[in-house]
Protein backbone atom coordinates (compact mmCIF):
# COMPACT_ATOMS: atom_id res chain seq x y z
CA UNK A 1 0.00 0.00 0.00
CA UNK A 2 0.96 3.81 -1.15
CA UNK A 3 1.22 5.57 1.93
CA UNK A 4 2.96 9.49 2.66
CA UNK A 5 2.95 10.52 5.80
CA UNK A 6 3.66 13.77 6.46
CA UNK A 7 5.20 15.51 10.19
CA UNK A 8 2.68 17.16 12.93
CA UNK A 9 0.53 20.16 13.63
CA UNK A 10 3.56 22.78 13.91
CA UNK A 11 2.70 26.23 16.00
CA UNK A 12 5.25 29.05 15.39
CA UNK A 13 5.88 32.54 15.73
CA UNK A 14 6.74 34.75 13.05
CA UNK A 15 10.81 35.22 11.81
CA UNK A 16 11.10 31.28 13.60
CA UNK A 17 12.12 28.78 10.94
CA UNK A 18 10.75 25.58 10.16
CA UNK A 19 11.17 21.95 8.77
CA UNK A 20 8.21 20.04 7.83
CA UNK A 21 8.41 16.02 6.21
CA UNK A 22 7.03 13.84 4.46
CA UNK A 23 7.63 9.83 4.38
CA UNK A 24 6.55 7.35 1.44
CA UNK A 25 6.33 3.91 1.62
CA UNK A 26 4.96 0.64 -0.25
CA UNK A 27 6.81 2.23 -3.01
CA UNK A 28 9.72 3.02 -4.71
CA UNK A 29 10.52 6.39 -3.51
CA UNK A 30 13.12 7.38 -5.17
CA UNK A 31 11.43 7.09 -8.69
CA UNK A 32 8.29 8.83 -8.05
CA UNK A 33 8.53 12.99 -8.21
CA UNK A 34 6.96 14.49 -4.41
CA UNK A 35 5.19 17.60 -5.18
CA UNK A 36 3.98 20.08 -2.38
CA UNK A 37 0.61 22.16 -2.08
CA UNK A 38 -0.79 25.12 -0.11
CA UNK A 39 -3.62 25.18 1.05
CA UNK A 40 -4.59 28.39 2.54
CA UNK A 41 -8.09 28.71 5.96
CA UNK A 42 -11.10 28.49 2.99
CA UNK A 43 -9.41 28.66 0.10
CA UNK A 44 -7.90 26.56 -2.93
CA UNK A 45 -4.71 24.38 -3.84
CA UNK A 46 -1.35 26.30 -4.77
CA UNK A 47 1.28 24.25 -6.36
CA UNK A 48 4.15 25.16 -4.45
CA UNK A 49 7.05 22.84 -6.16
CA UNK A 50 8.25 19.41 -6.70
CA UNK A 51 11.29 17.00 -6.47
CA UNK A 52 12.31 14.22 -7.54
CA UNK A 53 14.36 12.14 -4.79
CA UNK A 54 16.86 10.26 -7.40
CA UNK A 55 18.50 12.89 -8.34
CA UNK A 56 17.04 16.12 -6.53
CA UNK A 57 15.97 17.47 -9.84
CA UNK A 58 13.68 20.48 -7.52
CA UNK A 59 10.98 22.49 -9.48
CA UNK A 60 9.94 25.52 -7.84
CA UNK A 61 6.44 27.78 -8.73
CA UNK A 62 7.62 31.54 -9.54
CA UNK A 63 4.95 32.30 -6.34
CA UNK A 64 7.15 30.30 -3.86
CA UNK A 65 10.95 30.23 -5.43
CA UNK A 66 13.01 31.77 -2.92
CA UNK A 67 10.39 31.59 0.32
CA UNK A 68 11.09 27.81 0.83
CA UNK A 69 13.43 25.14 0.04
CA UNK A 70 12.08 21.70 -1.00
CA UNK A 71 14.59 19.04 -0.22
CA UNK A 72 14.56 14.83 0.02
CA UNK A 73 16.61 12.20 1.59
CA UNK A 74 16.36 9.34 -0.52
CA UNK A 75 17.81 7.01 1.53
CA UNK A 76 15.25 7.19 3.84
CA UNK A 77 12.36 7.71 1.28
CA UNK A 78 11.55 11.37 2.80
CA UNK A 79 10.68 15.05 1.23
CA UNK A 80 11.28 17.96 2.81
CA UNK A 81 9.87 21.40 3.07
CA UNK A 82 11.50 24.25 4.89
CA UNK A 83 10.96 28.25 5.11
CA UNK A 84 14.27 30.08 7.02
CA UNK A 85 11.62 33.01 8.54
CA UNK A 86 7.87 32.11 8.76
CA UNK A 87 5.25 34.90 8.68
CA UNK A 88 1.82 35.06 9.54
CA UNK A 89 1.09 34.65 5.95
CA UNK A 90 2.30 31.12 5.84
CA UNK A 91 -0.82 29.83 7.67
CA UNK A 92 -1.86 27.36 5.98
CA UNK A 93 -2.55 23.56 5.56
CA UNK A 94 0.34 21.62 3.13
CA UNK A 95 0.20 18.59 1.56
CA UNK A 96 2.42 16.62 -0.04
CA UNK A 97 1.64 14.48 -2.95
CA UNK A 98 3.04 11.47 -5.38
CA UNK A 99 3.39 12.55 -9.12
CA UNK A 100 2.14 9.97 -11.68
CA UNK A 101 4.59 9.93 -14.10
CA UNK A 102 7.99 11.89 -14.95
CA UNK A 103 8.12 16.08 -15.28
CA UNK A 104 9.72 17.11 -18.32
CA UNK A 105 9.37 20.79 -19.31
CA UNK A 106 5.76 20.60 -17.88
CA UNK A 107 4.81 19.41 -14.94
CA UNK A 108 0.95 18.89 -14.65
CA UNK A 109 -0.78 17.83 -11.31
CA UNK A 110 -1.08 14.33 -12.06
CA UNK A 111 -0.67 13.12 -7.93
CA UNK A 112 -2.32 10.18 -7.47
CA UNK A 113 -1.18 9.50 -3.59
CA UNK A 114 -1.44 12.28 -0.88
CA UNK A 115 -0.30 13.19 2.41
CA UNK A 116 -2.55 13.92 5.12
CA UNK A 117 -1.58 17.25 5.47
CA UNK A 118 0.59 19.09 7.87
CA UNK A 119 -1.21 22.20 9.49
CA UNK A 120 1.14 25.31 10.24
CA UNK A 121 0.19 27.94 12.45
CA UNK A 122 2.19 31.03 12.53
CA UNK A 123 1.59 33.44 15.16
CA UNK A 124 2.45 35.88 17.78
CA UNK B 1 -8.35 35.33 -8.97
CA UNK B 2 -7.24 32.01 -9.87
CA UNK B 3 -5.75 31.86 -13.58
CA UNK B 4 -8.28 28.67 -14.41
CA UNK B 5 -11.78 29.50 -13.88
CA UNK B 6 -14.67 27.49 -12.35
CA UNK B 7 -18.33 28.12 -10.78
CA UNK B 8 -18.19 28.66 -7.43
CA UNK B 9 -20.92 25.99 -7.15
CA UNK B 10 -23.20 23.68 -8.84
CA UNK B 11 -26.10 21.46 -7.21
CA UNK B 12 -28.30 18.81 -8.70
CA UNK B 13 -30.41 16.19 -6.98
CA UNK B 14 -28.95 12.26 -6.03
CA UNK B 15 -28.99 10.15 -9.09
CA UNK B 16 -28.68 12.81 -11.75
CA UNK B 17 -26.08 14.26 -13.73
CA UNK B 18 -23.81 17.61 -13.39
CA UNK B 19 -21.11 19.02 -15.21
CA UNK B 20 -18.71 21.07 -13.65
CA UNK B 21 -16.34 23.58 -16.25
CA UNK B 22 -12.71 24.66 -16.38
CA UNK B 23 -11.97 27.77 -18.32
CA UNK B 24 -8.47 29.01 -19.21
CA UNK B 25 -6.20 30.12 -22.46
CA UNK B 26 -4.00 28.54 -24.70
CA UNK B 27 -1.06 28.77 -22.52
CA UNK B 28 -2.73 26.25 -20.16
CA UNK B 29 -5.64 24.56 -20.59
CA UNK B 30 -5.04 24.80 -24.45
CA UNK B 31 -1.84 23.23 -24.64
CA UNK B 32 -1.79 21.01 -22.05
CA UNK B 33 -3.38 17.94 -20.12
CA UNK B 34 -5.63 18.95 -17.31
CA UNK B 35 -6.58 17.25 -13.77
CA UNK B 36 -9.22 17.11 -11.83
CA UNK B 37 -9.71 16.88 -7.73
CA UNK B 38 -12.08 15.97 -5.31
CA UNK B 39 -12.03 17.25 -2.23
CA UNK B 40 -14.03 16.21 0.68
CA UNK B 41 -14.53 18.33 4.44
CA UNK B 42 -11.29 17.59 6.05
CA UNK B 43 -9.52 15.77 3.62
CA UNK B 44 -6.74 15.75 1.50
CA UNK B 45 -7.89 16.14 -2.28
CA UNK B 46 -8.04 13.11 -4.33
CA UNK B 47 -7.21 12.69 -7.89
CA UNK B 48 -10.48 11.90 -10.27
CA UNK B 49 -9.10 12.42 -13.88
CA UNK B 50 -5.72 13.03 -15.31
CA UNK B 51 -4.51 13.82 -18.75
CA UNK B 52 -7.87 15.50 -19.45
CA UNK B 53 -9.62 11.89 -19.37
CA UNK B 54 -8.23 9.38 -18.08
CA UNK B 55 -9.17 8.14 -14.48
CA UNK B 56 -6.77 6.15 -11.93
CA UNK B 57 -7.58 2.89 -11.03
CA UNK B 58 -10.73 2.70 -8.13
CA UNK B 59 -12.11 5.75 -9.50
CA UNK B 60 -15.95 4.93 -10.42
CA UNK B 61 -16.75 5.27 -14.43
CA UNK B 62 -19.80 7.82 -12.75
CA UNK B 63 -16.71 10.44 -13.50
CA UNK B 64 -15.54 11.54 -16.75
CA UNK B 65 -13.32 14.83 -18.01
CA UNK B 66 -13.04 15.90 -21.43
CA UNK B 67 -11.63 18.79 -22.52
CA UNK B 68 -12.09 21.11 -25.98
CA UNK B 69 -10.03 24.04 -27.39
CA UNK B 70 -9.57 26.23 -23.87
CA UNK B 71 -12.01 24.54 -21.72
CA UNK B 72 -12.46 21.42 -20.22
CA UNK B 73 -15.58 19.84 -18.09
CA UNK B 74 -15.80 17.25 -15.58
CA UNK B 75 -19.26 15.01 -15.42
CA UNK B 76 -20.46 12.94 -12.71
CA UNK B 77 -23.52 10.73 -13.35
CA UNK B 78 -25.56 9.23 -10.73
CA UNK B 79 -24.90 11.38 -8.10
CA UNK B 80 -24.69 10.22 -4.22
CA UNK B 81 -24.74 12.69 -1.42
CA UNK B 82 -21.45 11.45 -0.57
CA UNK B 83 -20.00 13.38 -3.82
CA UNK B 84 -21.01 16.49 -1.61
CA UNK B 85 -17.44 18.17 -1.90
CA UNK B 86 -15.04 20.84 -3.62
CA UNK B 87 -13.73 20.07 -7.19
CA UNK B 88 -10.98 21.68 -8.47
CA UNK B 89 -9.45 21.55 -12.03
CA UNK B 90 -5.52 21.77 -12.69
CA UNK B 91 -2.64 21.77 -15.37
CA UNK B 92 0.27 23.83 -16.48
CA UNK B 93 0.40 26.91 -17.84
CA UNK B 94 3.23 27.43 -20.25
CA UNK B 95 3.65 30.97 -19.89
CA UNK B 96 3.64 30.76 -16.32
CA UNK B 97 5.87 27.83 -15.86
CA UNK B 98 3.93 26.81 -13.30
CA UNK B 99 1.00 24.89 -12.11
CA UNK B 100 -2.41 26.63 -11.89
CA UNK B 101 -6.08 25.44 -10.55
CA UNK B 102 -8.97 26.71 -10.59
CA UNK B 103 -10.77 28.51 -7.38
CA UNK B 104 -12.65 25.55 -6.31
CA UNK B 105 -16.38 24.80 -7.52
CA UNK B 106 -18.86 23.32 -4.40
CA UNK B 107 -21.23 20.74 -5.44
CA UNK B 108 -24.32 20.19 -3.61
CA UNK B 109 -26.15 17.19 -3.59
CA UNK B 110 -29.83 18.25 -3.04
Known amino acids: EVLLVQSGAEVKEPGESLKISCKGSGYRFSTYWIGWVRQMPGKGLEWMGI????????RYSPSFQGQVTISADESINTAYLQWSSLKASDTAMYYCARRLGYCTSTCPPDFDYWGQGTLVTVSS | QSVLTQPPSVSAAPGQKVTISCSGSNSNIGNNYVSWYQQLPGTAPKLLIY???KRPSGIPDRFSGSKSGTSATLGITGLQTGDEAYYYCGTWDSSLSDVVFGGGTKLTVL
Open chain 2, 51 to 53: DNN
Open chain 1, 51 to 58: IYPRDSDT
